[in-house]
C-alpha cells in the first residue's frame, strides 16, 4: 500500500519559517495542499520531476517547493495555519497536476499553527 508520509510542522510565530518534509518516491508530480477547519482543501504548491513548479497565489513568493518535495515556508502568516497535506501522482505526458482530483496519494498530514 502506497504511503506518504509528512513531517516538520509545528508551531511558529508570525514571520517565522518551517520546513516541511515528505517521504516518498518514484512519483513523477508532487504537491502540497492545506485544510483549515471549516474549509475545503487547497492546492499551495506542485513540482514535477522535470523541474516544473506550480504556486498558489497565497504562497508565492513566500514559499519554496523542491523537487524531492520538500516544501520551505517563509514569512509565516497566521493564515498559513492548516493541516498540510502532502500528495502524489505518476507520469502523464504534456500534463501538470493542479487541484486534489489530480492526485492519487496522499499523507496523512502534518499541524502548522501560525500565532499573531
Do not use: H
Not at 504548491?45 to 523537487?67: E, L, N, W
Request: aromatic share 14%; net charge positive; hydrophobic share 35%.
Amino acid at each position: 500500500q502506497v504511503q506518504l508520509v509528512e513531517s516538520g510542522g509545528g508551531s511558529v510565530q508570525a514571520g517565522g519559517s518551517l520546513r516541511l518534509s515528505c517521504a516518498a518516491s518514484g512519483y513523477y508530480y508532487m504537491g502540497w495542499f492545506r485544510q483549515a477547519p471549516g474549509k475545503e482543501r487547497e492546492v499551495v504548491a506542485v513540482v514535477a520531476a522535470d523541474g516544473r513548479k506550480t504556486y498558489a497565489d497565497s504562497v508565492q513568493g513566500r514559499f519554496t517547493i523542491f523537487t524531492y518535495n520538500d516544501l520551505q515556508m517563509n514569512s509565516l502568516k497566521p493564515e498559513d495555519t492548516a493541516m498540510y497535506y502532502c500528495a502524489a501522482r505518476k507520469f502523464r505526458l504534456g500534463y501538470m497536476p493542479w487541484s486534489r482530483l489530480d492526485f492519487d496519494y496522499w499523507g496523512q498530514g502534518t499541524q502548522v499553527t501560525v500565532s499573531s
